[in-house]
């Protein structure tokens, strides 16, 4: 079907479209994507009228002041998910804030003062956080999955990487651990069962016996079961058992700790230290889950090792940027400092669930909310961390009929709570103290 749509210049000449010379260009190419999708639509038989002028004009400026707010906004964490991936994570620190916005401008960060001369951007970072973890050297990347990449092409080439088949690990948005651990060109040789996994699989792919293989893998890859469990008929080597077969055929022990904890949590996750202890080589974790920081990917172990994944050309790419080394140092200090549980992720953690009920309660009465309307929750730490982990909460019910549709007006105003058995629950563990009176208004609002 033909529709008889308006001309682009009656609709960029409308008032809700008046703006300076500079926009225009973008305005147009919003008009003609939003005549585009009528023409589709018309053809798919979806509509058969064409909209006038001005009611594109206003759909178009409404599109337009969305993407035109700076982006993203501050929202209160209210789903009782400590470590909420769409929500950002790990919170920061005032101290890594702070940092990030002294270096948010003209910074010292591959210059030494003292000489004048060029350095590098982690020349006061890689010892504190070798120290810190316990390791030879320590390199520095933007993300978690970005340390595996680098560590499995600067390590794993020519001979590719051993992986079982159990700790064949699926993170957010359909990602896979052992997709990114090839995505460099290094081979990745699956080894065992779903289920079951020995040493001899191991040693098998070390001495190229493995079906296909031309000579020995270049690395083993051990990857944490991050985001799920397995139980049962269930077997894999400890990791200390694949570094003495790794040490005894010359071949380094890769290990991927997507958590990245440093200790200090509760529950059985591993950190840094003891992977390295146990004999990992290379241990590549992310900053922003259990450790409390910015999103980084760290890479600690051998001096060798980290050498070679420093030197290979994925490093440039793969960099932080400036404010997220400033960040990541101010995490660092606060663990070498003894003030870790300061950190956000820690507070939240560390609040009894005493502290939470009377915040609550607090809450309510000044909402004008009946006590019934504080209610027992349970909190996860979520991030692809502690998989089936709860700690005992305590949210506020908001009094509503449609749960739903309250729920969607809330997060308009800044707050994201979570819909559980036909209520919308304001989950405190999450929510800081110092956002209590953010989350009174924007309640208040809706």
């Known amino acids: ?56 004009a206003r759909a178009v400026a409404r599109r337009l002041a969305e993407v035109m707010t700076p982006r993203p906004r501050a929202l209160i964490n209210a789903t ?47 010892p504190l956080l070798a120290a810190l973890l316990g390791a030879e050297d320590v390199h520095v990347v933007n993300n978690g999955a970005a340390a595996l990449l680098l560590a499995c092409t600067a390590v794993g080439r020519p001979g590719g990487v051993a992986l079982s088949r159990g700790q064949m690990v699926e993170i957010g ?56 469990s397995q139980a049962g008929f269930v077997h894999q080597p400890e990791l200390a058992e694949l570094a003495a077969l790794g040490r005894a055929r010359g071949v380094p022990l890769l ?25 990992a080589d290379l241990v590549t974790c992310s900053g922003d889950k259990l450790l409390g920081g910015p999103q980084a990917g760290i890479l600690a172990g051998s001096a060798a090792l980290v050498g070679r994944c420093r030197r ?24 070498a400092g003894g003030q870790a549980d300061t950190l956000p992720l820690r507070r939240m953690i560390g609040w009894s669930e005493d502290q939470l009920r009377a915040r609550a309660e607090a809450l309510a009465a000044r909402l004008g909310w009946p006590p019934g309307q504080v209610r027992a929750s349970v909190a996860t730490v979520g991030g692809g961390s502690l998989p089936g982990d709860t700690m005992a909460s305590v949210a506020l019910a908001v009094p509503t009929r449609d749960p739903s549709a309250t729920a969607a007006a809330l997060r308009q105003a800044g707050v994201v709570g979570r819909v559980h058995a036909g209520e919308l629950l304001l989950d405190l563990r999450t929510v800081a103290p110092e956002e209590d009176e953010a989350l009174i208004a924007a309640v208040r609002d809706v």
């Not at 008032?15 to 190419?29: E, T």
């Not at 290979?312 to 663990?335: F, S, W």
Request: hydrophobic fraction near 45%.
């Open 1 to 56: 079907m033909s529709l008889r749509l308006p001309r682009v210049d009656r609709i960029l000449d409308h008032p809700a479209l008046v703006s300076s010379p500079a926009l225009r260009s973008i305005q147009k190419r919003y008009v003609n994507d939003a005549l585009a999708d009528l023409r589709r639509r018309a053809l798919a038989g979806e509509i058969s009228e064409a909209p006038e002028a001005e009611a594109i």
């Open 80 to 126: 009782g998910v400590l470590l909420h991936t769409n929500l950002g994570r790990a919170p920061l620190s005032r101290e890594a804030v702070a940092a990030m916005t002294a270096a948010a401008g003209t910074c010292e960060l591959e210059f030494e003062v003292e000489s004048g001369r060029r350095g590098s951007r982690l020349t006061w970072l890689r």
């Open 173 to 228: 948005d359909g990602f896979r651990v052992a997709e990114m651990a090839a995505a460099g060109g290094a081979a990745l040789w699956e080894i065992g069962s779903t289920n079951r996994t020995h040493v001899a699989d191991y040693a098998a792919a070390l001495t190229g016996e493995l079906p296909g293989q031309s000579g020995p893998v270049a690395a083993i890859l051990w990857v944490h079961l991050s985001n799920f």
């Open 255 to 279: 290990a991927d700790l997507g958590s990245g904890s440093l200790g200090g949590i509760p529950g059985e996750e591993p950190t840094v230290q003891e992977y390295l202890s146990q004999g």
């Open 312 to 335: 290979h050309p994925l490093a440039r790419a793969l960099r932080p940027d400036k404010t997220t080394v400033a960040a990541l140092h101010a995490t660092a200090l606060a663990y």
